[in-house]
């Protein structure tokens, strides 16, 4: 598939006629989400934990600069470097830059999506350094030459039996299903690199501000080696992950991992602020932190800079009936679901991204299980709008809605359009109780789905039925 997201359409058509895909996407979703829900449920008081998340959030994204220079100050008490980089090109060159003037030959990176949106890792090759994915899922994408599909889960779309083909090829190990055997597989292949590796490379979770420090949290643990173990990390962190108390923390970790994975806690929650003190057992010599900002500060400034409150725990993916179908790839780019239908648009451009905001049913789904209670619906509608103000609109589509809206504001004509609906509905129908073609440019209604027949009486009929009876 294309790396655009103006090919989502046929992306996302491709996607529905591909069984494998739909299997893995439908398991690994499901799983999520009942998870999230359970989660949620056994929680005391889920809804004011979400309240007080979201008031968090948008705290520190009200006084932004503030909390981002209150961060860099503690930060450098701590030791660390603090870099800022205004865009993905130069977060690469200061990435460069660093592992050159530590002679880094070899560099090995935990999960993280900013980089995904810098491309760091093949800018990182081009220079002739040796990158290594440590987070397991990351791990059988880079073997397998594929890129993420969601902003948790990255291989969701890849089945069992696909890694274990993979690792017999990859890693020459007997072929084997058990997920043990695999983990297995991956954490010997691992192990050693951890140990020879220059530099390690991370996103962070959260940087809290009032502490100079920047959270990972994982199941795995290999946040933990990339940052402990090589003599050189780098964290590269968007500005926007920035939180003012510690108390924050607390509240919004505990939404994160309900919300990814309905887990009370993950694994590893994993502190950092600096460089190895005297005396410590282990950290790094160097400590760098790059806050990027990569379009974030022109998002801050305008209408939607709620979307900046997102702590990417995938919940509206997993939740979304358009992603549940079509799969994070048919996004095309690094954020896909409903916030990527938002956070796209906004940073690559609208007209770039322009059936994104359209690819939802706007049936809610997302922001119920958002635990900062983000209103995506509400801002893909206010996309829309743009999309229609930059020219971008269906003649066909505009006539139909100036059509149904005239219809709904007068009485006489939305009973004689709902009889012609009727009427039309039960001959295209016959038999049947559905539509299955559609005539014109509403066949493509029925390209993917049945269209109902309109009940025999309206509701105003049957009213009137039932005063005169
Ligand atoms: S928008 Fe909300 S639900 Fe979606 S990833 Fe961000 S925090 Fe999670």
Redesign the pocket.
């Known amino acids: 598939m294309d790396n655009t997201a103006n090919d989502f359409i046929r992306n996302a058509t491709l996607a529905l006629q591909d069984t494998r895909l739909q299997t893995a996407i439908r398991s690994g979703t499901r799983r999520e989400v009942n998870g999230r829900i359970a989660a949620m449920a056994e929680t005391t008081d889920a809804n004011a934990l979400r309240q007080q998340g979201r008031a968090g959030k948008l705290r520190a994204l009200h006084s932004l600069p503030d909390v981002l220079e209150l961060l860099e100050r503690n930060l450098t008490a701590h030791g660390a470097r603090v870099l800022w980089a205004a865009d993905g090109e130069e977060c690469n060159r200061l990435v460069l830059d660093i592992a050159r003037q530590h002679a880094v030959r070899r560099v090995i990176k935990g999960k993280s999506m900013v980089t995904e949106e810098t491309a760091l890792n093949a800018a990182l090759e081009r220079a002739g350094l040796e990158v290594l994915e440590t987070d397991l899922g990351e791990f059988i994408l880079q073997l397998a030459h594929d890129r993420p599909s969601h902003?948790v889960a990255p291989t969701v779309h890849v089945t069992r039996q696909q890694v274990r083909d993979l690792f017999a090829e990859r890693l020459g190990m007997e072929p084997s299903d058990d997920p043990s055997a695999l983990t297995h597989a991956a954490r010997l292949f691992l192990r050693q690199r951890f140990l020879e590796a220059d530099m390690g490379i991370t996103g962070a979770n959260f940087a809290i501000a009032e502490t100079g420090t920047l959270a990972i949290i994982t199941n795995e643990g290999n946040g933990r080696m990339c940052s402990s173990l090589p003599r050189v990390h780098v964290v590269v962190v968007g500005i926007e992950k920035v939180v003012e108390t510690v108390e924050d923390f607390g509240t919004l970790v505990q939404m994160l991992t309900r919300?990814t994975a309905g887990q009370k806690l993950s694994s590893y929650v994993h502190l950092m602020s600096g460089p190895a003190r005297p005396g410590d057992p282990d950290g790094p010599d160097a400590f760098y932190v790059i806050l990027l900002d990569n379009g974030r500060s022109t998002i801050h400034a305008g209408e939607y800079a709620e979307?900046l409150?997102?702590?990417?725990?995938?919940?509206?993916?997993n939740n979304c009936p358009v992603y549940q179908r079509a799969g994070g790839h048919a996004y095309g780019w690094v954020y896909s679901?409903?916030?990527g239908s938002i956070i796209t648009p906004l940073m690559q451009g609208i007209r770039n991204a322009a059936p994104l905001p359209n690819a939802s049913s706007l049936c809610g789904a997302?922001q119920e299980?958002?635990?900062?209670g983000?209103h995506?619906p509400d801002m893909l509608l206010r996309l829309r709008r743009d999309l229609v103000r930059e020219g971008d609109s269906d003649p066909a589509l505009a006539a139909g809605i100036k059509g149904w809206s005239a219809a709904m504001q007068s009485p006489l004509l939305y009973e004689l359009s709902g009889k012609a609906a009727r009427l039309a509905t039960q001959i295209a129908a016959g038999e049947a109780d559905t539509v299955q073609h559609l005539p014109g440019p509403l066949g493509s209604w029925t390209r993917n789905r049945d269209f109902p027949r309109f009940a025999a009486k309206s509701f105003h009929q049957l009213w009137r039925e039932r005063k005169r009876g």
Do not use: F, Q
């Not at 409150?309 to 993916?317: D, F, N, S, T």
């Not at 299980?369 to 900062?372: L, M, Q, Y």
């Open positions: 902003i919300a979307s409150a997102c702590i990417r725990c995938g919940a509206c993916l679901g409903p916030i997302c299980a958002c635990p900062v983000i995506i």
